[in-house]
């Protein structure tokens, strides 16, 4: 598994030789469009920032209940029957229904457990590899007036299970849990 | 959506409080919470901002449409049921590139561009085609090659090495969007 982690090393720096080299060859001025592109990076912090407050909050109240802890005993039996860690299933429905919502329940986990701990990996990995979906589909279907979206949602779902249940095998596999 | 889920959220945490007797956390909660949220709010505007601004170069150097043009024969086999010159194609490509860099402000206005395109030639209006399928679910199966928000969420809750989640998070969506095109295309011909 050396070879993974050196690759997740290499793939920055590659990333910007690449957008580098191709932006010296096309002779743009890459230091303004680093800076205008920084500032609108930073245009959109400001915008989520609002979002983040709200849902750590949310979240920080469901915890701080007890609420999260119950609702994660109530899905244990299920969990456990298919060997998922429970303390990630809350995350994981949030994450196909709303994208910031599920950002909390992420943070949570980072602060709780750790981001290098097997549930904070495997988290970090699942976040990478899934997407949001109810979202998504009301806002492209909604531009054209599609109203019969037939087998979009099935595959959707298919799709983003196997990034769910890949990813904590690759978690297990790559860090020998 | 989030209206609703939101303030559940609020509403039954505070109502479990009351049985459980975790009342005083909650009133600590709300304001150590928002404390927090701004403080990760100013560690990830560094990163986040180093990353879009790495971006930036790569769309006003083109490079996303160098990319877009070399995926078009791939796309032709993808979508078999397009006309071979329908202008989708382009806004398809530029969709899933724009995607795989997390450029979501670039990926949207092009996703549906293409769906407009796409809908030109539906008979049904409101049914969607095949080809609307399969293109809604690769753009929901994540393409996204490096997820810098959450290296950057990972940096700031102590990660000692944040971005090792790259490869497998890499290999991982390479998996859900071969899944999906699967699926997708599984469905599309029993459809016929």
New interface residues.
């Given amino acids: 598994m050396e070879f ?2 050196l ?3 290499m ?2 720096p590659v ?2 030789i ?3 080299y ?2 010296y060859s ?1 002779k ?1 001025d ?1 230091y303004e ?10 245009k ?3 915008e ?2 609002p979002t ?16 999260l802890q ?1 609702l994660t005993n109530m899905l244990s039996g299920l969990s456990d029957l298919i060997g998922f860690p429970n303390e990630a299933l809350p995350l994981t429905f ?1 994450r196909l ?2 994208s ?2 599920s ?1 909390g329940l ?2 949570d986990i ?2 709780t457990y ?3 701990s097997y549930l ?2 495997f988290v ?14 009301s ?3 909604m ?10 949602l ?3 779902l ?3 299970l ?2 769910v249940i ?2 904590l095998y ?2 297990k596999v ?1 860090y020998g849990y | ?2 209206n609703y ?2 303030g559940g ?2 509403l ?6 009351a049985f ?1 007797g ?1 009342m005083e ?2 009133t ?3 304001i ?3 404390r ?3 403080t ?2 100013i560690t ?2 560094g990163v ?16 996303i449409d ?1 990319l877009s043009n070399k995926m078009l024969p791939l796309l032709k086999i993808i979508f078999n049921e397009l006309d071979e010159d329908s202008k989708a194609f382009k806004y398809i490509a530029t969709n899933i590139i724009a995607n795989m860099f997390g450029l979501g402000y670039a990926a ?1 206005p092009a ?2 561009k293409a ?2 395109e796409m ?1 030109k030639d539906n008979k049904h ?4 085609t095949n080809s ?3 293109f ?2 690769i ?4 393409l ?4 810098m ?2 290296i950057a ?2 940096a ?18 390479v ?3 071969i ?2 095109v699967g ?2 295309k599984f ?2 011909y029993r ?1 016929r």
Wanted: include cysteine.
């Fill in positions: 993974i982690s690759f997740s090393n793939i920055i990333v910007f690449v957008i580098l191709n932006g096309k743009i890459l469009a680093f800076k205008d592109g920084a500032v609108d990076g930073m959109v912090v400001f989520i920032m983040i407050i709200g849902l750590m909050l949310a979240v920080g109240v469901l915890r701080a209940s007890g609420a119950i949030m229904v709303s910031s919502a950002v992420l943070l980072f602060e750790g981001p290098d904070g990996r970090s990995i699942m976040m990478s590899s899934t997407e949001t979906i109810m979202y998504t589909m806002v492209y279907f531009s054209i007036k599609v109203t019969k979206t037939r087998f979009t099935a595959g959707a298919l799709a983003n196997s990034g890949f990813s690759i978690t790559v | 959506m989030l889920i939101w959220m609020i039954i945490g505070i109502l479990v409080s459980t975790n956390a909650v600590n909660t709300t150590q919470s928002s927090d949220a701004i990760l709010c990830i505007l986040i901002s180093m990353w879009s601004g790495m971006m930036n170069i790569a769309e006003k150097s083109g490079l160098t949207t996703g549906i769906m407009v809908q209006k409101e049914v969607a609307m399928c399969i809604m679910i753009n929901m199966s994540s996204q090659i490096v997820s928000n959450i969420y990972r700031q809750y102590g990660s000692i090495n944040p971005s090792e989640i790259i490869g497998p998070g890499l290999i991982t969506t998996v859900s969007t899944v999906g699926c997708a469905f599309a459809s």
